[in-house]
């Protein structure tokens, strides 16, 4: 009776010596699809819990850098990533791109129809929605495409600053803004309150890194969590949310 007791409870021990919990922060673009691979990567490995944090990227680095306690990081941008990189904050090693996502212009579902950026020039156009570009890749995404059109200047007073896509969204759902800048993911997430008008050409492709922390590097589920990301079911919940391959 008593070995079979011991038994029992080494059986109910080992698991937990095992486990990890780990925490990863992604970009706010991230939430629908990252909550659904975080749930299909706990019934695949139930010994292991996945918490989730979400924001600008910008913002996460600076949650990162001042030492919140994160195990994987997943960026919309490179520059976030390279920042973590040379505060040697993430395993360089690890970082690798796996998806990637266009910007596009949005209107609430009644708005009026957009031909090109510069129509919203036009006194309509009174508040656009843009994320910060000092803290948000897509605010940084916005911005570099419309002054390459010569157009960030003019618009300047009509821009709503956000603090990150999904407030844009949500305020252009709302109806609260004319107009606003997100990733064509966010904008599919709500077909029946805003209208994708324009997808936006910008300077560089829209590329997503991730990387295991330094913190998080002594853990076997941060690189198990990648592992999952970057192969088959994490590819395929991503894509079924519309992102795009990395390369």
Same mark, same amino acid.
């Given at each position: 009776?008593?070995? =079979?007791?011991?038994?029992?409870?080494?059986?109910?021990?080992?698991?937990?010596?095992?486990?990890?919990?780990?925490?990863?922060?992604?970009?706010? =673009? &991230?939430?629908?699809?990252?909550?659904?691979?975080? $749930?299909?990567?706990?019934?695949?490995?139930?010994?292991?819990?996945?918490?989730?944090?979400?924001?600008?990227?910008?913002?996460?680095?600076?949650?990162?850098?001042? $030492?919140?306690?994160?195990?994987?990081?997943?960026?919309?941008?490179?520059? /976030?990533?390279?920042?973590?990189?040379?505060?040697?904050?993430?395993?360089?090693?690890?970082? @690798?791109?796996?998806? /990637?996502?266009?910007?596009?212009?949005?209107?609430?579902?009644?708005?009026?129809?957009?031909?090109?950026?510069?129509?919203? @020039?036009?006194?309509?156009?009174?508040?656009?929605?843009? /994320?910060?570009?000092?803290?948000?890749?897509?605010?940084?995404?916005?911005?570099?495409?419309?002054?390459?059109? +010569?157009?960030? +200047?003019?618009?300047?007073?009509?821009?709503? @600053?956000?603090?990150?896509?999904?407030?844009?969204?949500? *305020?252009?759902?709302?109806?609260?803004?004319?107009?606003?800048?997100?990733?064509? %993911?966010?904008?599919?997430?709500?077909?029946?309150?805003? @209208?994708?008008?324009? #997808?936006?050409?910008?300077? +560089?492709?829209?590329? *997503?890194?991730?990387?295991? %922390? %330094?913190?998080?590097?002594?853990?076997?589920?941060?690189?198990?969590?990648?592992?999952? &990301?970057?192969?088959?079911?994490?590819? #395929?919940?991503?894509? $079924?949310?519309?992102?795009?391959?990395?390369?």
């Amino acid at each position: 009776m008593r070995k =079979s007791l011991l038994a029992a409870l080494l059986l109910w021990w080992v698991p937990l010596v095992h486990a990890d919990d780990i925490t990863v922060s992604a970009a706010a =673009s &991230l939430t629908n699809a990252f909550r659904e691979i975080a $749930g299909a990567f706990e019934q695949a490995h139930p010994e292991h819990r996945v918490r989730l944090n979400f924001a600008g990227s910008g913002i996460l680095l600076q949650q990162l850098a001042r $030492g919140a306690p994160v195990d994987v990081f997943a960026s919309a941008d490179q520059l /976030s990533m390279d920042q973590a990189e040379q505060q040697k904050l993430v395993d360089a090693d690890s970082r @690798r791109d796996f998806v /990637s996502n266009e910007l596009v212009l949005i209107t609430p579902l009644a708005g009026a129809v957009i031909q090109s950026l510069d129509d919203l @020039r036009r006194p309509e156009f009174t508040r656009i929605a843009v /994320s910060n570009p000092d803290s948000v890749p897509a605010g940084r995404y916005s911005r570099d495409a419309l002054a390459g059109l +010569q157009l960030w +200047q003019p618009l300047h007073d009509k821009f709503i @600053r956000t603090q990150n896509v999904r407030q844009t969204l949500d *305020y252009v759902a709302r109806n609260e803004v004319d107009a606003g800048f997100v990733y064509a %993911t966010d904008a599919a997430l709500m077909p029946d309150k805003v @209208r994708m008008q324009l #997808h936006v050409p910008t300077p +560089q492709p829209i590329r *997503y890194p991730v990387a295991v %922390t %330094t913190d998080g590097a002594d853990k076997p589920a941060s690189a198990l969590f990648m592992q999952f &990301l970057l192969d088959g079911p994490g590819q #395929h919940i991503l894509s $079924g949310y519309g992102f795009g391959p990395a390369n």
